[in-house]
């Protein structure tokens, strides 16, 4: 199993930046990918972005240019850095990792964007 804990949200100006962390209860190097998600009120979940154990990265069109993930496997680490947020990417950012073919969700923090 995996544990997740999400950290980082809050409050913020339009055009302002955060830094999420989805920290896990295991190595990283043993999870193939994590990825970071929203769920925006009466909206469904989307994917922001996801990484891979080499590295590989992909993101949502939506966030390109923006967001940037990437993980410190010696911390156990995937982050999140937004820049120029958007009133739009209000919502509540979930981290999820894929480990032995079975999906595991962190409890979730939320972003709120002021305009």
């Known amino acids: 199993q995996v544990q997740l804990v999400e950290s980082g949200g809050g409050l913020v100006q339009a055009g302002g930046s955060l830094r999420l962390s989805c920290t896990a209860s295991?190595?990283?190097?043993?999870?193939?990918?994590i990825g970071w998600y929203r769920q925006a009120p009466g909206k469904q979940r989307e994917l922001v972005a996801a990484i891979g154990v080499g590295g590989s990265t992909n993101y949502a069109d939506s966030v390109k240019g923006r967001f940037t993930i990437s993980r410190d496997n010696a911390k156990n680490t995937v982050y999140l850095q937004m820049i120029s947020l958007k009133p739009e990417d209000t919502a509540v950012y979930y981290c999820?990792?894929?480990?032995?073919?079975?999906?595991?969700w962190g409890q979730g923090t939320q972003v709120a964007v002021s305009s």
């Open positions: 999820k990792a894929d480990f032995l073919g079975r999906p595991y």
């Open positions: 295991r190595s990283t190097f043993s999870i193939n990918a």
